[in-house]
């Protein structure tokens, strides 16, 4: 069945770092893919979206690109702020009207 | 409303009671959706309304979990004979329409079953 498999956490990086958080997928077709994150305290949001293959999905300085080759879509931010401290989800959206989501990565920022 | 809301934030209850989590979708949207968030099991899907009807139940975890949908707009998620298991954040969402790839998450409802 279709599932999501993300980067386990937690994530420590130092302000101003490159980050990456790994996701790959496993789906029958092409779906639309997401990053979701939650800030402490706060409700889920959507970061971005990638609707078809090669597009870039980009939002606050986060990217992730849909590779169907590697069925991969990689979150990355060149420089990261301690504000981006939160759990971030990648996440596919089923034909059944429901979204898969991966396990979450923690992200801490060091100042 | 602005936002998709759910009441109430917080609900401590004794194993064995029954409770009820209300959400309220975005005003307009007709699908809403119900997720379960805990720990060792990540986001799990429950259940989704179409308008009122309730076309995939496939995610409710048992028969103690039930869910219903009024006027198109307000849900109730009802668990009854809550058991430590069920303690989790429930998390509901609503899109425009169903096939609506984009859905918008309310706040949660924590829910602890001592």
């Known amino acids: 069945g279709n599932s999501v498999t993300q980067m386990e956490g937690p994530v420590t990086l130092s302000e101003e770092a490159f980050l990456t958080i790994n996701c790959t997928y496993t789906?029958?077709?092409?779906?639309?893919l997401f990053w979701y994150v939650q800030y402490p305290g706060e409700g889920l949001q959507l970061l971005l979206k990638?609707?078809?293959?090669?597009d870039k999905g980009s939002n606050k300085g986060f990217e992730a690109t849909y590779r169907k080759e590697t069925t991969s879509f990689h979150l990355e931010k060149g420089s990261v702020q301690v504000s981006d401290s939160a759990v971030y989800f990648c996440?596919?959206?089923?034909?059944?009207?429901?979204?898969?989501f991966g396990s979450g990565t923690r992200l801490s920022i060091r100042p | 409303g602005a936002g998709v809301s759910q009441s109430p934030s917080n609900k401590v209850t004794e194993k064995g009671k029954d409770v009820e989590l209300r959400c309220d979708p975005i005003?307009?949207?007709?699908?809403l959706y119900w997720y379960r968030q805990s720990l060792g099991q990540g986001l799990e899907f429950l259940i989704y309304?179409?308008?009122?009807?309730?076309?995939?139940k496939s995610g409710l975890p048992s028969d103690r979990f039930s869910a219903e949908r009024t006027g198109g707009s307000v849900s109730t998620l009802t668990i009854q004979r809550t058991q430590q298991e069920d303690s989790a954040v429930y998390l509901c969402?609503?899109?425009?329409?169903?096939?609506?790839?984009?859905?918008?998450f309310g706040p949660g409802t924590r829910l602890t079953v001592l």
């Open positions: 789906a029958t077709g092409y779906p639309s």
């Open positions: 309304f179409q308008g009122n009807s309730a076309p995939d």
């Open positions: 990638a609707t078809k293959a090669d």
């Open positions: 996440a596919q959206y089923s034909s059944a009207s429901k979204i898969i």
């Open positions: 969402a609503s899109s425009y329409r169903e096939g609506d790839n984009e859905q918008f």
């Open positions: 005003s307009g949207h007709t699908a």
